[in-house]
């Protein structure tokens, strides 16, 4: 397979799992309860890069935390 065909099959497998990952409300593992302890161990620890939902962590830490917080905490 030529390199420019591989790129495209991951970046199409990626797609793939994006859409899943998104649109699965079964999926247990991305739509468990996350804790307390998991949300505050997340601030500051992020890229800069934003994610597929276009947040980046800089947006989020620079947040009021309490606040913040409780919105990750709910979503």
């Given at each position: 397979?030529?390199?420019?065909e591989?790129?495209?099959?991951?970046?199409?497998?990626?797609?793939?799992?994006?859409?899943?990952?998104?649109?699965?409300?079964?999926?247990?593992?991305?739509?468990?309860?996350?804790?307390?302890?998991?949300?505050?161990?997340?601030?500051?620890?992020?890229?800069?890069t934003?994610?597929?939902?276009?947040?980046?962590?800089?947006?989020?830490?620079?947040?009021?935390?309490?606040?913040?917080?409780?919105?990750?905490?709910?979503?």
């Amino acid at each position: 397979m030529k390199e420019i065909e591989v790129e495209e099959t991951v970046y199409e497998e990626v797609q793939c799992l994006m859409h899943e990952a998104k649109s699965c409300k079964r999926n247990e593992l991305m739509n468990d309860d996350i804790s307390d302890s998991e949300v505050s161990a997340t601030f500051s620890k992020g890229s800069s890069t934003p994610g597929p939902d276009g947040i980046s962590s800089d947006l989020i830490d620079g947040a009021e935390r309490q606040l913040m917080h409780d919105c990750l905490r709910i979503m």
